[in-house]
């Protein structure tokens, strides 16, 4: 029999219904439905006249969650939080949510003994521990007073707790993004002040490791635009916290600094499913014949991209386009400049700007405590031995100095040249720090690296492909420097 139910579901939604989609009526909340708020969603739906059929559920239904084929509700069993909050369904199925708060309005919950608001990060944290136990989510906790969001939400397959918020913030049910709300029941609520649920060494990965990818120089032709870099931007791991790209997203030679040159690049950056920073090459601007055009044309397709996407980065930004970036994530400072290697079209603006760096640099750090960051994450496009940008080697022997003074390890990771290398020791003999080069032309996918700021080797780097080695750190480095 149920060799014969499973074959019957596997055939109805093989076939589909060919009822026209609708929206439903009550989709007022934006909660995830566990299986029995589905069920309840079913039988108020069907008082209402909504559905007229069954509720049905099973581990072999394809699709994950709650969600309405035809007249009939389902739950598909055995799905993560981030399958069960996927909206754009396939065929004629709809996703259903559960409201937000079932029996009570805002102000009730707030006034009330039942209330399910996770107010602490311990409860939230209690929360967390109770779904990834039960396979609804597999990702970490985070908490940071930085994040936008307040209280505690899923974000992906992580769930996040936004500190410093008031109740009614807590309890916003309409969230931006991918995010959703996550609620406390009042029993857990009670016992949260005893609970240890959550490992410390669970709530130390959390605090202390950051995964981001990195690519630059593509793309430069039709395949790149077609095949290549689509692909590497698709294949980007679900780890990821964010996606660099370091400069040169067209041949300016061949793409003449054309539109849709940039609009191609920006388009494919856009299916990028992590926050994604976007730093000019020498192609992209300074290459241009019309250097105006250039700014122009980045501005508009790849001025503060990153703000597509819902992140909690706390972003300084700098320069006539906002190009120039950093923010502290982690114990970790990331430095994103412009420079963009190849001949400035004029000396004396490049220069100025590499000195604006320096005094950028020297302001954040002077405004950061020892204890505040313990690595520091260089970006830029040019290779200071090959493309000679204006004051460029002026400025890297300056900023030696001050890595060399503070002796945190710090690694600069730049396009340009085309070409995969390492460089310990930066070309200074520095034993904190390192120069990557990373290959251009979509020749490999976005290299991974990996921080983990409670290791005393904490910088990890992979070409992510058989064959393409790594020296330097694919075990962790400095190799003998202590944090």
């Known amino acids: 029999m149920l060799r014969l139910i499973t074959l ?19 989709q007022s909340g934006r909660v995830v439905c566990t299986k029995e708020l589905c069920r309840k969603k079913f039988t108020s739906m069907k008082t209402a006249g909504e559905v007229t059929g069954y509720f049905i559920s099973n581990s072999d239904i ?7 084929k035809g007249d009939n509700m389902y739950f598909g069993t055995g799905g993560t939080l981030s399958e069960m909050m996927i909206s754009d369904l396939t065929g004629v199925n709809e996703r259903v949510w559960c409201d937000a708060t079932p029996t009570t309005s805002n102000e009730e919950m707030l006034s009330n003994n039942t209330t399910r608001i996770c107010t602490t990060e311990e409860q939230c944290k209690a929360r967390y521990t109770a779904m990834k136990k039960s396979g609804v989510i597999r990702g970490y906790f985070y908490a940071s007073i930085d994040y936008t969001t307040k209280g505690c939400i899923v974000k992906g397959d992580n769930v996040l707790f936004g500190i410093g918020g008031t109740d009614e913030e807590m309890a916003t ?19 949260t002040a005893t609970s240890t649920n959550l490992s410390t060494a669970s709530a130390q990965f959390s605090d202390t490791i950051t995964t981001f990818y990195l690519m630059a120089d593509c793309p430069y032709n039709t395949n790149e635009r077609e095949n290549l870099m689509p692909a590497h931007i698709a294949g980007i791991g679900a780890d990821a916290d964010f996606l660099v790209h370091l400069g040169d ?18 388009s494919i950056l856009h299916k ?24 122009e044309m980045w501005a508009k397709y790849f001025k503060r991209i990153d703000e597509r996407w819902n992140h909690d980065f706390v972003v ?18 990331y430095i994103g400049l412009h420079a963009p290697g190849g001949k400035p079209n004029d000396s004396s603006v490049a220069e100025e700007r590499f000195d604006e760096h320096l005094e950028r640099i020297g302001s954040i750090l002077s405004g950061l405590s020892d204890g505040e960051y313990k690595v520091i994450v260089l970006l830029g496009h040019v290779d200071p031995t090959y493309g000679q940008a204006g004051n460029s080697q002026a400025f890297f022997n300056k900023f030696a100095n001050i890595i060399n003074r503070i002796r945190k390890p710090t690694v600069y990771f730049h ?5 995969y290398y390492e460089l310990e020791g930066g070309g200074y003999g520095m034993d904190n720090y390192l120069r990557i080069s990373l290959d251009g032309e979509s020749i490999s996918p976005p290299i991974r690296v990996e921080i983990d700021v409670s290791k005393d080797s904490p910088i990890k780097v992979s070409r992510r492909i058989g064959g393409l080695s790594v020296d330097c750190c694919s075990n962790g480095w400095p190799q003998n420097e202590e944090l």
Not at 173 to 191: H, N, Y
Request: hydrophobic share 35%; proline share 4%; glycine share 6%.
């Open 316 to 333: 300084t930004r700098w320069g006539d386009l906002d190009e120039s970036f950093s923010f502290l994530h982690k114990r970790v400072l």
């Open 173 to 191: 049910s309409i969230l931006a993004g991918q995010q959703v709300r996550v609620w406390c029941d009042a029993a857990e609520i009670a016992t």
């Open 272 to 295: 990028s499913r992590v926050p994604t920073f976007v730093l000019p090459g020498d192609n992209d601007i300074n290459d241009c014949k019309d250097i105006e055009h250039g700014k």
């Open 249 to 266: 997203l067209q041949n300016a030679q061949e793409d003449n600094c054309e539109e849709w040159a940039y609009q191609s690049a920006s």
């Open 62 to 68: 394809p699709t994950k969650g709650c969600f309405v």
């Open 8 to 26: 019957l579901l596997a055939i109805q939604f093989k076939v589909g219904n060919a009822r026209p989609r609708r929206i439903l009526q009550r």
């Open 415 to 419: 396009g340009d040249f085309h070409k």
